[in-house]
Nanobody, 126 residues
Framework: EVQLVESGGGLVQPGGSLRLSCAASGFTFSSYAMSWVRQAPGKGLEWVSVINKGGTRTSYADSVKGRFTISRDNAKNTLYLQMNSLKPEDTALYYC???????????????????WGQGTQVTVSS
């Protein structure tokens, strides 16, 4: 059974940092691209970042570029999102998601991801 469990969210002041983690199990983690996707209150899903299976290629939404860094540790079956210079508009429920097809880079299209975690809440407020 595929499981994705996010952690690391919380309340942080503007300009602060958080590191999210996503522990994966039930599939060959190192074979799949992974993404972070967020959903702000009352809004739809927003793709944030993707990383390829080997961790050598990444892509970011313009809204987070230069502030967020995605990474993975395939030995630990864990995905990360380092978030710096946080802004109130980063407030959202953050999900990790597994790309549907092995061996390819992944995309920003949220409907191409087949498994999602339960999410971890990030609130940026003073």
């Amino acid at each position: 059974e595929v499981q994705l469990v996010e952690s690391g969210g919380g309340l942080v002041q503007p300009g602060g940092s958080l590191r999210l983690s996503c522990a994966a199990s039930g599939f060959t983690f190192s074979s799949y691209a992974m993404s972070w996707v967020r959903q702000a209150p009352g809004k739809g899903l927003e793709w944030v970042s993707v990383i390829n299976k080997g961790g050598t290629r990444t892509s970011y939404a313009d809204s987070v570029k230069g502030r967020f860094t995605i990474s993975r540790d395939n030995a630990k079956n864990t995905l990360y999102l380092q978030m710096n210079s946080l802004k109130p508009e980063d407030t959202a429920l953050y999900y990790c998601a597994k790309y549907s097809w092995p061996g390819v880079f992944g995309s920003s299209k949220t409907n191409e991801y087949d498994y999602w975690g339960q999410g971890t809440q990030v609130t940026v407020s003073s």
